[in-house]
């Protein structure tokens, strides 16, 4: 079949046809952070941020004493003085007069579309640092300050590949430098059940288990002491594992997209805490011309209460 002679069609008017564009912007970016969000928050009064940790003497069986004895007395254990250095993040945003004020799909206000979406890649930026292997630097006029990441913050309670290396401590578990990579090996339920039991046994009371996307379905196949059924009337396949019920308690399965994939974390949460020298704030810059400029930012650092009661699996495969 053909088209008519003469038939005014939409390729003869295209100028006159209003384009189609929905008033929806679709973003599939994800936005969560959760270590960020399921660890305390406290407050920085300085670059330097500084806390203290405490011990017990170690239980003694041996704890008889002879009525009426003279007593002798201990020498008194000082607290450990720990620290990280605050980093600062930020995002930056202007739009010109002119785009703020044109008709748009999607958003009135383009401005205030511009802060809303920088201030998720802040939070974003934000978690991927806590989570990152680096370690705090004092910063300089041309060097920007840097805080400890959570890798380098554990050094008692690891498994690792006979390659690898903790964080070192700088002093009083203070991390000195950046964990070493090793050759990367299989996530199994025995490395898992390995550091939960050295984190109870350090004082832990560990209650999340945050790790990348890969080896949270590896943690999904751990069977524990158990079988699974699914009855076939059900039509309903359980794949995962939210809950892992340990010898010293449950803890929460947590994937995390802004971690290394390649390590695996056993934490408890109220042990750290995001330390914020200047939180989240929205100022304005000078206008230089025709048009607004804004900036988000936040001043911060990791707060590791006391390592001792957290752990890592390391150097676990990816793919």
Known sequence: MSQPSNTYDSYD???????DIQDIIYNISPTDTPFMS?????????????WQTDALAAAA????????????????????????????SRKSVIVSGTLDSVSKAGRNNELAYQISKASKELKRDMETTLCHN?????????????????PTWIQANTNKAANGANGQSGGNDTPGHARTDGTQRAFTEAQLKDVV???????GDPSMIMLGSFNKQKLSGFTGGSTRFDPAENKRLVASVDIYE?????????????????SAYVLQPDMFAVSFLRDFQLADLAQ???????FLLAEYTLESRNQAASGGIFDLTTS
């Open 13 to 19: 008017n295209a100028n006159s046809i209003k384009e």
């Open 38 to 50: 399921g660890i305390g928050k406290s407050k920085a009064t300085a670059v330097l941020h500084e």
């Open 61 to 88: 069986s041996d704890n008889h004493q002879i009525e009426g004895d003279e007593i002798a007395f201990a020498a008194p254990t000082a607290t450990a003085r720990i620290n990280n250095r605050t980093q600062i």
């Open 134 to 150: 680096q370690t705090h630097h004092a910063g300089s006029d041309t060097a920007a300050r840097k805080l400890s990441g959570l």
């Open 197 to 203: 039991k050295q984190c109870w046994d350090n004082g």
């Open 246 to 262: 340990s010898d010293f308690g449950a803890l929460t399965a947590v994937p995390n997209r802004f971690q290394q994939a390649r």
């Open 288 to 294: 230089s011309g025709d048009a607004q400029k804004k």
